[in-house]
């Protein structure tokens, strides 16, 4: 039995989650859901995601690539991770914030948490 290829693009997103300074546009491929965040300069988790789902801190795991700009990762312990373009990223399901560093908007693409992010 042959199998027909599936193409998408996300300039034509299955979903997109909107949020102040920023969204998330969502793919689904058999199954998977794939996820690109942008983020605008100023953009923070804590304050322009984390009121919509009544969370302070974000409680996703993430797996992905930075393709523009940079941002942080930063832990209730104090750890704080640099993300910047080309980094291929995991983030574990424990309480974290991120923010946009610098003036350059933020993109990057999630391979794991994408459908459970921003609910």
Not at 14 to 29: M, N, S
Not at 77 to 100: C, K, N, Q
Request: with cysteine; hydrophobic share 40%; aromatic share 10%.
């Amino acid at each position: 039995m042959n199998a027909d290829a599936i193409l998408k693009h996300f300039d034509a997103p299955d979903e997109v989650r909107e949020f102040a300074l920023g969204k998330l546009e969502l793919v689904t491929i058999n199954g998977q859901t794939f996820g690109r965040a942008t983020y605008q300069p100023g953009g923070k988790w804590s304050t322009h995601v984390g009121p919509g789902v009544g969370a302070e801190r974000c409680h996703i795991e993430h797996l992905g690539l930075v393709l523009r700009g940079h941002a942080t990762a930063a832990f209730a312990d104090g750890r704080v991770y640099d993300l910047t373009a080309g980094t291929l990223f995991y983030i574990p399901p424990e309480p974290h914030d991120s923010w946009v560093v610098g003036n350059e908007v933020y993109v990057s693409i999630h391979l794991l948490g994408a459908a459970k992010y921003a609910m």
